[in-house]
């Protein structure tokens, strides 16, 4: 079994910062893609940013030039530096992970989510 666990969420003024982080734990061979989403009530699920196992980056585009996306493969985690933030970023924030795990399966796993509130 595979555990993601977010950290880092909380309420914070418009342009402002939070780091957010997320840690995998258990029975993991080795991770793949990593990525952050967010869902905002009423909204659907959308990917915010994305690293690959190999470092490669993607984002969307509203937070493109704010956010930073980044993982330390040693420790099994993954980070999402938000800057600049906006009122429209509020959202709750879930890790993914791509994970092989010691039983042979590849499977895709997600954290519990954190939230995050930009007051204006």
């Known amino acids: 079994q595979v555990q993601l666990v977010e950290s880092g969420g909380g309420l914070v003024q418009a342009g402002e910062s939070l780091r957010l982080s997320c840690a995998a734990s258990?029975?993991?061979?080795?991770?793949?893609?990593m990525g952050w989403y967010r869902q905002a009530p009423g909204k659907q699920r959308e990917l915010v940013a994305r690293?690959?196992?190999?470092?490669?980056?993607d984002y969307v585009d509203s937070v493109k030039g704010r956010f930073t996306i980044s993982r330390d493969n040693a420790k099994n985690m993954v980070y999402l530096q938000m800057n600049s933030l906006k009122p429209e970023d509020t959202s709750v924030y879930y890790c993914?992970?791509?994970?092989?795990?010691?039983?042979?399966?590849?499977?895709?796993?997600w954290g519990q989510g954190t939230q995050v509130t930009v007051s204006s």
């Open positions: 258990g029975s993991i061979v080795s991770i793949g893609a």
């Open positions: 690293v690959t196992n190999l470092g490669s980056t």
């Open positions: 993914n992970a791509n994970v092989l795990d010691r039983l042979g399966w590849a499977k895709n796993y």
